[in-house]
């Protein structure tokens, strides 16, 4: 990382990507107020969509098919509310490339397609 002219710079490959750090820093307080303002109804509503938010991540070299279905139904059923309420999930499981087909199998078990799998190769 090399920070030049107030921006943060980060170079991966060639590609360079230059972050505001100061707008960004700025934009999280603005959300840390009105997160700590946000009072009764309202606090709870916006708890529940920051889960969906959310990405679950499991990266262990040793990752099992049973790790990652626990994993892909937690994201499926993260809370357990005592109210109806639309249903909460996360947005995503974050798993290994071997691990793929077993988060998408999972998924589908647990009715749970509308969440994303992520996994990536090294560049």
């Given at each position: 990382?090399?920070?030049?002219?107030g921006?943060?710079a980060?170079?991966?490959?060639?590609?360079?990507?230059f972050?505001?750090?100061?707008?960004?820093?700025?934009?999280?307080?603005g959300?840390?107020?009105?997160?700590?303002?946000?009072?009764?109804?309202?606090r709870i509503?916006?708890?529940?969509?920051?889960?969906?938010?959310?990405?679950?991540?499991?990266l262990g070299?040793?990752?099992t098919?049973?790790?990652?279905k626990a994993?892909?139904?937690?994201?499926?059923?993260p809370?357990s509310?005592?109210?109806?309420?639309?249903k909460i999930?996360?947005a995503?499981?974050?798993v290994y490339?071997?691990?793929?087909?077993?988060?998408?199998?999972?998924?589908?078990?647990f009715?749970?397609?509308d969440?994303e799998?992520?996994?990536?190769n090294?560049?």
């Open positions: 990382m090399k920070e030049e002219f921006t943060l980060i170079s991966m490959d060639n590609h360079h990507i972050f505001n750090e100061a707008a960004i820093n700025n934009r999280a307080k959300f840390i107020f009105q997160a700590t303002t946000l009072e009764g109804n309202n509503a916006w708890l529940l969509k920051a889960i969906t938010f959310i990405d679950l991540t499991t070299g040793d990752d098919e049973t790790n990652v994993l892909c139904y937690k994201a499926v059923n809370i509310l005592a109210f109806d309420f639309e999930r996360t995503a499981v974050c490339p071997a691990r793929v087909e077993d988060a998408v199998s999972a998924l589908a078990e009715n749970g397609q969440v799998v992520a996994s990536g090294k560049l």
